[in-house]
Nanobody, 117 residues
């Protein structure tokens, strides 16, 4: 069982920055890949960025060069640094973690990011 707690969302002007954090707590086992997904109103949830347990990263094309994902394995925490934010980045951002055998996807409750002037 893994519990994910997100923080760091909010309202920011276009061109601004935000940093999301997601702390994972687990009752047993290790945590594998972690990542961030987002869902805008009327749209499907989409991948933003993922990071493996050995810190290999993957990004959606729409955020490459602007967002950076990182993790602190000692704290079981994943971060998403978001720079040069655009109105189209507005969405609820969800933290994801994979754990267990067979692998199971765990999700956070989501944090709202709004980019608006």
């Amino acid at each position: 069982q893994v519990r994910l707690e997100e923080s760091g969302g909010g309202l920011v002007q276009p061109g601004g920055s935000l940093r999301l954090s997601c702390a994972a707590s687990r009752s047993r086992g290790s945590i594998g890949a972690m990542g961030w997904y987002r869902q805008a109103p009327g749209k499907q949830r989409e991948l933003v960025a993922t990071i493996s347990s050995d810190s290999r990263t993957r990004y959606a094309d729409s955020v490459k060069g602007r967002f950076t994902i990182s993790r602190d394995n000692a704290k079981n925490t994943v971060y998403l640094q978001m720079n040069s934010l655009k109105p189209e980045d507005t969405a609820v951002y969800y933290c994801n973690a994979v754990s267990g055998t067979p692998p199971y996807n765990y999700w956070g409750q989501g944090t709202q990011v709004t980019v608006s002037a």
